[in-house]
């Protein structure tokens, strides 16, 4: 055990539990568990958005994924700050003038029936638990190699801090601690990025070159095609990735949070910049891993690369900057999978709970129960399949997850703001047409079979051989929301996409 590190932890952890605390005393209506009351700035909220996004997958997945298989791994840093391209023009101020609490308000305030907003609800559940479970394989593989701790255990004791978090502290709560987590991560990247540039002599040139002999690959480490073998796993990982952020729910319900449209343009703003930064900072972290730490050392750690940059924080700093590192890595994945428990619980206790069984009928105490413990049920059940995960690399986890989010979320919100002609089945049929045409293709692909056993879940012949089901499953989203539009007798609502058209983009009569 890492003396150091666990005390490092331990003030991480009282950090985020004052915060929680005080927010606690904050959070006493619906409003403020869900939104934090719209009180966020545009610069606080974009540190919350960064934080969101700068999850497990970028510090740990993306630098194991570089020092790895090289020029490939950086496809993942290329494709989520790209994506926020696609969030700043056509999802951030509609989503905010049009709904209050959940990506389902947006939808429903077009189609205003409960069968619309439960199936939005459900691919926000099945979306957020998907990401979930990277963020969790990440802190089991972390506390493991710091702590000692089985990776059953090291789960558990990051499932209940993310529970504890959500259940008192709301999104006020995790708003604060993605804020603090998002600085010390720019702090600790920026260090070790700069202490990796000093040992190539501050010259790119040299860097390139010494990295051709660092790993097992070697001059094809900058070239690539050493872990995407087919171009259409290749586009379809790009797909996802670029397409996936405008679909996440634990990003969208951050939109929520600002008082306003303009406000909500002003964060992805700044959270662009922040992480652009700390994208192009994870080539160092990359690089540096492979040529100072070693592929062997990296491999033997976690087979998945996962802990490359605690490991690069040792080489180059010793105890006190891996503690560090790993620390920060710790508070990386709390502040996530707050947000993201906090995406699930809101679906379930807003949109299910509270307009679907109650019928819109329930109070603020009632509301606010069913949060908390929905906020529990996600937690375990993101649990139990974190554990049946535990070798895969945290960065790909989550581009699957950015896949389904693509494939469920994102035609159907398009549609919604743009097609006069979209119906309440084609929103449907959109959703569940993504989803599930995503999910079936995960099941089936690389990731959970293996002729090679212990490659992946289950041994046997995967049916469908891309790793990623974006490049399929996203156009069957655009697809099936087309189809159902055009197949159905129901007509359009001409008065109400044209006060949803003013609405999205004046915020008239917003909520």
Known sequence: MHGLAFFLFLIIVALTLVITYYASKRTKTTSEFYTADSSLTGWQNGLAIAGDYMSAASFLGIAGMIALTGFDGFFYSIGFLVAYLVVLYIVAEPLRNLGKYTMADMIAARFDDKKVRGVAALNTMAI?????????????????????????????????????????GGMTATSWVQIVKAVLLMVGTFIISIIVFAKFDFSIAKMFHEVKTATPLGE??????????????????????????????????RFFTVKDAPTARKSVVYATWIIGIFYVLTIFLGFGAAAFVGYDKIVAANPAGNMAAPLLAEALGGDFLFAFISAVAFATILAVVAG?????ASAFAHDFYS???????????????????????VSVLSILLALVAQKMNVAFLVSLAFAVAASANLPTIVFTIFWRRFNTTGAITGMLVGLISALVLVFFSPNVWSPQPGAAIFVGEPLFKLANPGIISIPLGFVGAIVGTLVSSKKADEKKYTEIVVKANTGIGRV
């Open 220 to 253: 094809a480490f900058l070239n690539p095609g050493n872990k995407f073998k087919d171009p259409l796993d290749t586009i379809s990982l790009n797909l996802a990735l670029v397409l996936g952020t405008a679909g996440l729910p634990h990003i969208l319900i």
């Open 355 to 377: 307009h679907i069984l109650r019928r819109g009928q329930a109070t603020e105490k009632e509301q606010m129960l069913a949060a908390r413990w929905a906020s529990v049920g």
């Open 128 to 168: 957020s638990i998907f990401y979930m479970i990277a963020q969790l394989v990440g802190a089991g593989g972390l506390i493991k190699l710091l702590l000692g701790l089985d990776y059953v255990y090291s789960v558990l004791i990051v499932g209940v801090l993310m529970t504890v978090y959500v259940v008192f």
């Open 340 to 344: 993201l428990v906090l995406s699930a």
